[in-house]
C-alpha cells in the first residue's frame, strides 16, 4: 500500500506514527510538503532533534503537488492547514485517490460540492478526521439516548477550552494554523469536533446564535472565545444546546451535560469519565474507561479507514457529515459577527 500524506505537522505525524505502528514496512509512504518546517516531533509534542521525519519514518518527500500524485499513491491524509484543504483534496480526487481529511473539511464551503461530487463519481473512500465518533463515552452517550435513558430532552451544554499556547508547544502558537485566520483558524472551527458530535447526537441544528470574538491578550487575529446557542430538534421536540468555546483556559476542560425529564448524562471527555443519574438524582452508571488512552482515539479511527478501504466497512463521518458541521461553524461565526440569529435550513 502507498499513502500520500500533504502536511507533516503534529497531527499528519500522530497519523504517520500509528500506520507505520499498524502495518510496519508494509506501507510505502511518500509526503506533500509545501514548506517542509514541522520538526521531527514525540508523541508529547517535543523536538526531536536526532533525526528529520522523513529519515525517522522512511519518507519519500516532495515540494510539488502533482509530482506527487504522480507517484500513484492509494490514498491521501490532507492534513495541512484548513484553508487548503478541499484544494488538496480534490487534486487527489480527482487522481483517484482515496482520502481522508483532517478537520474540519474547510474554512468555506467553496468547492465542496465539487470534491464531493467527484468522489460520489469515482466511487471513492472518502473519511473525515472527527475522531471523537470513536471515543467510547460518546458512544455510550448515543446508546443511552437512543433507548431513552434520560426520558424527553430538556438541554444539552457542552464546553471545550485549552490555553492555545500551550497546545503545540514546540511552535509559535501566532503563527499556527489556529492562531491565523488565513490559514483558517479560529476556536470556532479549531475545536469542531463538538459541533460535529452535536449533530451526530442531536441532529442539524435549524438555527443559531453566538456572542464571542477576539477577547483575550493573545496575539491572534481570530476569534479566541464563543459561546453559542443552537436550537435543534429531537423527537419533534426543539432542544436548546449552548456551546462554549475558548482558546484561553487553564486546565483545559472538555465536558458535555445532557438533561432530560427522567434523568441527566455527564460526560468528562479528557478525563474520560461518564455519569448517568436516574430521575431522583441518583448515580445508577459510572464509568472511568480504564485504560483508556487519547492516542486510542487515533487508532480507532485509522483501523476504521484501512477498513474502509479494503471495502470491509463504509465511512463513519462522510463528506457530508463534515459539511454540515462545517455549516454550522460558518452561522455561528456569522452570528458572531452580524449580532443576528442565523437560519440553518
Keep these: 500500500m502507498k499513502i500520500l500524506f500533504a502536511g ?34 514525540t508523541d508529547s509534542l517535543e523536538v526531536d532533534q536526532s533525526a528529520t521525519v ?42 483517484g485517490c482515496h482520502l481522508f481529511i483532517e478537520k474540519p473539511l474547510s474554512d468555506r464551503l467553496d468547492g ?45 451544554i457542552v464546553e471545550v477550552g485549552e490555553f492555545l499556547p ?32 452535536i449533530c451526530w447526537l442531536f441532529g442539524m441544528p435549524r ?27 429531537v423527537d419533534e421536540r426543539p432542544l436548546g444546546v449552548h456551546v462554549s468555546q475558548d482558546f484561553v483556559q487553564r486546565p483545559a476542560v472538555e465536558t458535555c451535560q445532557i438533561v432530560g425529564d427522567a434523568g441527566k448524562v455527564r460526560v468528562d471527555l479528557r478525563a474520560p469519565l461518564l455519569e448517568v443519574f436516574d430521575a431522583h438524582g441518583r448515580l445508577v452508571e459510572c464509568q472511568s474507561f480504564e485504560g483508556f488512552r487519547r492516542n486510542d482515539l487515533f487508532t480507532r479511527e485509522l483501523t476504521h479507514f484501512l ?20 455549516r454550522v461553524a460558518l452561522a455561528i461565526k456569522e452570528s458572531m459577527t452580524s449580532g443576528q440569529v442565523v437560519e440553518l435550513s
Excluded: W
Excluded at 477576539?214 to 453559542?228: G, K, N, P, Q, T
Design 307 to 326: 477498513a474502509c478501504l479494503d471495502g470491509l466497512e463504509s465511512p463513519a463521518v462522510t463528506l457530508g457529515d463534515a459539511a454540515r458541521s462545517l
Design 112 to 156: 465542496l460540492d465539487d470534491l464531493i461530487a467527484c468522489c460520489n463519481r469515482r466511487g471513492l473512500v472518502a473519511l473525515v478526521g472527527y475522531q471523537m465518533r470513536f471515543h467510547p463515552a460518546l458512544q455510550r452517550v448515543r446508546a443511552l439516548l437512543e433507548r431513552g435513558a434520560v426520558g424527553s430532552l430538556i438541554g444539552v
Design 54 to 95: 522523513e529519515e525517522k519514518y522512511s519518507i519519500r518527500s516532495y515540494d510539488d503537488l502533482d509530482q506527487a500524485l504522480a507517484q500513484s499513491p492509494q490514498a491521501v491524509f490532507v492534513c495541512n492547514p484548513t484553508r487548503h484543504h478541499v484544494r488538496v483534496a480534490l487534486a487527489a480526487a480527482c487522481a
Design 166 to 197: 500551550s497546545a503545540h508547544p514546540y511552535e509559535d502558537y501566532r503563527q499556527s494554523y489556529a492562531g491565523r485566520a488565513d490559514l483558517g483558524g479560529g476556536v470556532v472551527l479549531s475545536h469542531s469536533h463538538e459541533l460535529d458530535y
Design 8 to 41: 507533516l505537522g503534529s497531527i499528519g505525524q500522530r497519523h504517520v506514527r500509528n500506520l507505520r505502528s499498524l502495518l510496519g514496512s508494509k506501507v510505502d509512504l511518500l509526503a506533500y510538503r509545501a514548506r517542509g518546517a514541522s520538526p521531527l516531533l
Design 207 to 233: 438555527r443559531v446564535y453566538s456572542q464571542g470574538g477576539h477577547r483575550s491578550s493573545l496575539e491572534v487575529d481570530v476569534e479566541d472565545v464563543s459561546s453559542a446557542l443552537m436550537e435543534c430538534v
